[in-house]
T-cell receptor, first 114, second 113 residues
Framework: GDSVTQMEGPVTLSEEAFLTINCTYTATGYPSLFWYVQYPGEGLQLLLKATKADDKGSNKGFEATYRKETTSFHLEKGSVQVSDSAVYFC?????????????FGTGTSLTVIP | DVKVTQSSRYLVKRTGEKVFLECVQD?????MFWYRQDPGLGLRLIYF???????EKGDIPEGYSVSREKKERFSLILESASTNQTSMYLCASRLSGPREGYTFGSGTRLTVV
């Protein structure tokens, strides 16, 4: 079945470092791909998405490109800030128009130190 | 600003109590979901609903029930709370369609003592 695998954390970076969080997926058809962010004590917020191959989603300095050939959707940011400390979830939405075909990765915790 | 609102941020209940967690969305979304989130276990789907009065079991429905009498409201019910139901509960909604993401509420941290 459909699934998402993301790199295990926790990840600790110094401020202004480059961030990559890997995400790969398994899916039938052509899923849409998402990154969500969860700040401490909060619910998840949509960070960015891409709905077809080669699309690049971007928001708040974060980017991810939908790579069908490698079934990947890696999250990147060129220069992280302390405020980016959070848990990041990769997710995919299956091709059906009905029901629940939404699959989350297990989350990657990021801590940015000054 | 569109949103999903969960009625309580923090809740403490006693073992055996019947507990209601309420969720309201103002986006006219057809689909609504209840997840629980526990350290090391990620997000686990409890129940979802794709229409008024319709419900489907998720991965871990045991010990829970749901109610959806109106499109905007989706309630999670713990019939007899137990300590292993201590968790963060997240409500979400989305439109139907493969390109649609979720909108989450802020979560309810439930402690059963």
């Amino acid at each position: 079945g459909d699934s998402v695998t993301q790199m295990e954390g926790p990840v600790t970076l110094s401020e202004e470092a480059f961030l990559t969080i890997n995400c790969t997926y398994t899916a039938t058809g052509y899923p849409s791909l998402f990154w969500y962010v969860q700040y401490p004590g909060e619910g998840l917020q949509l960070l960015l998405k891409a709905t077809k191959a080669d699309d690049k989603g971007s928001n708040k300095g974060f980017e991810a490109t939908y790579r069908k050939e490698t079934t990947s959707f890696h999250l990147e940011k060129g220069s992280v800030q302390v405020s980016d400390s959070a848990v990041y979830f990769c997710a995919l939405s299956g091709p059906s128009n009905t029901g629940n075909q939404f699959y989350f990765g297990t989350g990657t915790s990021l801590t940015v130190i000054p | 600003d569109v949103k999903v609102t969960q009625s309580s941020r923090y809740l403490v209940k006693r073992t055996g109590e019947k507990v209601f967690l309420e969720c309201v969305q103002d986006m006219d979304h057809e689909n609504m979901f209840w997840y629980r989130q526990d350290p090391g276990l990620g997000l686990r789907l409890i129940y979802f609903s794709y229409d008024v009065k319709m419900k489907e079991k998720g991965d871990i429905p045991e010990g829970y029930s749901v109610s959806r009498e109106k499109k905007e409201r989706f309630s999670l019910i713990l019939e007899s709370a137990s300590t292993n139901q201590t968790s963060m509960y997240l409500c979400a909604s989305r439109l139907s369609g493969p390109r649609e993401g979720y909108t989450f509420g802020s979560g309810t941290r439930l402690t059963v003592v």
